[in-house]
C-alpha cells in the first residue's frame, strides 16, 4: 500500500510564501507522477498542480500558475509544492496523490492520496 503523508501547511498572513512536502512511502516512487489537489469548505477538490515521473514536466491551475511551483526530489521519496504570493482564495486543505499512469488534471486518475494539510492565508 502506497502511503503518502503531507506536511508543512500553517496560517499566513497574505503575500507569504509556504512550502508544502509530500512523503511517499514506496521504493518505486520515481515511476509515479505526482499531484497537488485543495479543497475549500463547500467547495469541490481542485486540481493545482502535476508533475511527471521523471520531473521533466509540469502542469499548473491557471489560478496558481506564476505563483506556485511543483518540484520532486525522487532520492528522497518526495513531492514539494512551493506556494509564493499567497492570497486568501488559496485557503483550502491541500493534498498530495500519486498516478502509475496518468499525468493529469483530474482526480479521478489519481489512485493514492495523503490525508491532506491546511493552509490558511489571512488577509
Known amino acids: 500500500q502506497v502511503q503518502l503523508v503531507e506536511s508543512g501547511g500553517g496560517l499566513v498572513q497574505a503575500g507569504d510564501s509556504l512550502r508544502l512536502s509530500c512523503a511517499v512511502s514506496e521504493r518505486t516512487f520515481r515511476s509515479y507522477h505526482m499531484g497537488w489537489f485543495r479543497q475549500a469548505p463547500g467547495k469541490e477538490r481542485e486540481f493545482v498542480a502535476a508533475i511527471t515521473w521523471g520531473g521533466g514536466s509540469t502542469t499548473y491551475a491557471d489560478s496558481v500558475k506564476g505563483r506556485f511551483t511543483i518540484s520532486r526530489d525522487n532520492a528522497k521519496n518526495t513531492v514539494y509544492l512551493q506556494m509564493d504570493s499567497l492570497k486568501p482564495e488559496d485557503t483550502a486543505v491541500y493534498y498530495c496523490?500519486?498516478?502509475?499512469?496518468?499525468?493529469?488534471?483530474?482526480?479521478?486518475?489519481?489512485?493514492?492520496w495523503g490525508q491532506g494539510t491546511q493552509v490558511t492565508v489571512s488577509s
Open positions: 496523490a500519486a498516478s502509475r499512469s496518468h499525468y493529469s488534471s483530474s482526480p479521478y486518475d489519481y489512485s493514492y
